[in-house]
């Protein structure tokens, strides 16, 4: 293994199919030196490990991070479902919770941000799931981050805390590369993805679909 890089890295969304996946490689790896974690409950967050630091969003919102830390990358997988949530609910967690978040980051320092969006999303879309997201990309580059990366993935595959029956099915239906950009793939390999990407991203706005995804991890 090389050596520890110098590196910080914030991620939100710790506790979801992708943001699990995307925390134990980050921990595992030798890309960054900390990785800071933040979550509504800390002790939702299982792994354990002498670089990770998990604090409150609240905490994080009132107080800021440790005074000395600087952010390199932002990773963020936070995401809901209005079923779960309710239109309100889904609209703080994947548009307000993600850019309060990125602000922190990017007061921090933070270069590059790195976030989990889906495919087809738009501003100006009628669907409401499709429109917050598109509003959520929208004040994300309004932070001006030197280098921004948004995951565009269909269906995920893999164990998640609540079933989702629909998203099971569709999973199943959409597994095949027949389906180009609409193919379902494992939360972990948009994982592996995003860590392959992010620590030496190109300047600007990139979006990663099913294609991109697995070309970088293949």
């Not at 110098?6 to 595992?28: M, S």
């Not at 921090?108 to 976030?115: D, H």
Request: aromatic share 8%.
């Amino acid at each position: 293994m090389s050596e520890v890089r110098g590196n910080v890295a914030l991620v939100v969304g710790a506790t979801g199919l992708i943001g699990g996946e995307l925390l134990q490689l980050l921990i595992a790896g030798d890309e960054y030196k900390k990785v800071i974690v933040l979550a509504r409950r800390p002790d939702a967050i299982a792994v354990q490990s002498d670089k990770l630091s998990v604090l409150t969003f609240e905490s994080a919102f009132d107080n800021g991070l440790e005074n000395a830390i600087e952010i390199d990358d932002f990773y963020c997988a936070l995401g809901t479902t209005q079923k779960k949530s309710g239109k309100d609910g889904l609209r703080y967690v994947d548009k307000e919770l993600v850019i309060d978040s990125a602000r922190i980051a990017k007061d921090k320092g933070a270069k590059t941000a790195s976030i989990v969006s889906a495919i087809g999303v738009s501003p100006d879309s009628p669907f409401f799931y499709n429109r917050i997201k598109g509003e959520m990309e929208q004040g994300i580059q309004a932070l001006s981050f030197d280098n921004t990366i948004f995951w565009q993935p269909s269906v995920l595959i893999g164990a998640r805390d609540e079933f989702r029956i629909g998203e099971e099915i569709a999973a199943r239906l959409l597994a095949f590369p027949i389906f180009g950009n609409y193919q379902a793939l494992p939360g972990k390999q948009i994982a592996r993805a995003m860590i392959a990407a992010t620590p030496n991203a190109e300047s600007g706005v990139v979006r990663h679909r099913v294609q991109s995804i697995k070309q970088l991890t293949n």
